[in-house]
């Protein structure tokens, strides 16, 4: 079975544009979220979907935005790109809500030069 | 808000020897799951070992177990046996069971495998 699949991998932007990264859940999981991970750092929450409805978000400006569509995919959208938003946006994925573990994607590596 | 720390930036172990990770946790909260999770070079985040706040039993997987002290709020990981395929770094994470789902990780502990 396929895990967890992102794209692209890596990806260079400059600042000030806009990025688009896809997130493809294990099949029948109906719970992404994304996380940002800055070099040297622990991830941090961006948000989460379940059943197509934002269900949380973390503390990160109106330029961040995601969606999820109804075969449970997922974009996470960066409008207006800044150097510190340089990182590695990983996505998860669960069964259900309060599930005991995720699984996680290897990740797209996103420089904004 | 709940926070977590790992206070080790590096660890570095032999192989076939044991080695402790530790990882504290702030929280105000009684229901909660703490996890270990392994990034190895390949970035993907891998579920080492998971504990409920609820049970008192310390969780085990093979070679690694926990100790979780719920009123000091520790939760190391013990990892024994070491072998090279454990290289790699490791995140302590928090998960509310009321609220938000999101998990809160520490800065994460970069562990070495020395044959």
């Known amino acids: 079975d396929a895990g967890v699949t992102q794209s692209p991998t890596h990806l260079i932007k400059t600042r000030g544009q806009q990025v688009t990264l896809r997130c493809s859940p294990i099949?029948?999981?109906?719970?992404v979220s994304w996380y940002q991970q800055v070099l040297g750092q622990g991830p941090q929450f961006i948000f989460q979907?379940?059943?197509?409805?934002?269900?949380g978000r973390g503390n990160f400006p109106d330029r961040f935005s995601a969606r999820q569509f109804p075969n449970y995919s997922s974009e996470l959208n960066v409008n207006a790109l800044l150097l510190g938003d340089s990182a590695l946006y990983l996505c998860?994925?669960?069964?259900?809500?309060?599930?005991?573990?995720?699984?996680f994607g290897s990740g797209t590596r996103l420089t904004v030069v | 808000a709940q926070t977590v720390t790992q206070s080790q930036p590096e660890m570095s172990v032999q192989e076939a020897e044991t080695v402790t990770l530790s990882c504290t946790y702030d929280?105000?909260?009684?229901?909660?799951?703490l996890f270990w999770y392994k990034q190895p070079p390949s970035r993907q985040m891998i579920l080492v070992i998971r504990?409920?706040?609820?049970?008192?039993q310390n969780a085990t997987e093979n070679r690694f177990s926990v100790n979780f002290q719920k009123a000091a709020k520790s939760f190391s990981l013990k990892i024994s046996d070491s072998q090279l395929g454990d290289a790699a770094m490791y995140f302590c994470?928090?998960?509310?069971?009321?609220?938000?789902?999101?998990?809160?990780f520490g800065k994460g502990t970069k562990l070495t495998v020395n044959p």
């Open positions: 998860a994925s669960s069964l259900v809500l309060r599930a005991r573990g995720y699984t």
């Open positions: 099949s029948g999981h109906k719970s």
């Open positions: 979907y379940y059943e197509k409805e934002e269900r």
């Open positions: 929280t105000s909260e009684s229901d909660y799951y």
């Open positions: 504990q409920e706040a609820y049970k008192q």
């Open positions: 994470a928090y998960r509310s069971e009321g609220g938000s789902e999101k998990l809160v």
